[in-house]
């Protein structure tokens, strides 16, 4: 499903459900007096977005890892196994170090793409770098200028990020191999 259909989906279909089932579950405590109704608006739309790309990224990442986990040769857990390590041990110190060398470039590469697909929480109104641009742009109509600050501002968190996280896989990297 595309990252902007979730966005609406969850501003506009999810908020609104979830706010009527939790009047449901308390309307014994709002009858009473002891709280007050919940209202769609008291869901703000910085909190729908973030709710929209983490379910959007879960699956992703959940792949990502069972992946680099199955990545992992059964003869070492056998190994773990025949040493009478406990399975959180077996875990801890023999498949999840291996398992981390398989899994960290794409998680990386998830973790690059969210921050550039953040700039879709601008079509809810949220106050982020692509909205606070459009905010600009249409009140000096200097689109030119202000959507090149934002595409550099993009262009610096991505390519920062990424150096970033390519530094700690080579770090890793060379952990492992020593």
């Not at 609406?8 to 009047?23: H, L, R, S, T």
């Not at 600009?136 to 934002?150: D, K, L």
């Not at 970033?164 to 990297?173: A, F, Q």
Request: proline share 4%; glycine share 8%; charged share 15%.
């Amino acid at each position: 499903m595309p990252v902007l259909v979730l966005l609406f989906y969850i501003a506009f279909v999810g908020a609104p459900g979830f706010v009527a089932g939790w009047n449901w579950l308390t309307a014994p405590l709002a009858t009473a007096g002891l709280i007050e109704p919940m209202m769609v608006r008291d869901v703000s739309l910085m909190w729908r977005a973030i709710i929209a790309l983490m379910i959007a990224y879960s699956a992703f990442i959940a792949e990502i890892f069972r992946a680099g986990i199955q990545s992992v040769d059964k003869g070492q857990v056998e190994a773990a196994k025949a040493l009478g390590l406990s399975r959180g041990q077996r875990f801890r110190l023999v498949i999840f170090p291996q398992a981390l060398k398989v899994i960290f470039p794409p998680l990386s590469n998830d973790f690059v793409a969210m921050v550039k697909d953040s700039s879709l929480v601008s079509v809810l109104g949220v106050a982020d770098i692509t909205q606070m641009g459009k905010v600009y742009a249409s009140g000096s109509f200097r689109f030119f200028e202000t959507y090149s600050i934002v595409a550099y501002i993009y262009l610096v968190l991505t390519i920062g990020l990424s150096l970033g996280l390519r530094r700690i896989e080579k770090s890793l990297r060379e952990r492992s191999s020593t």
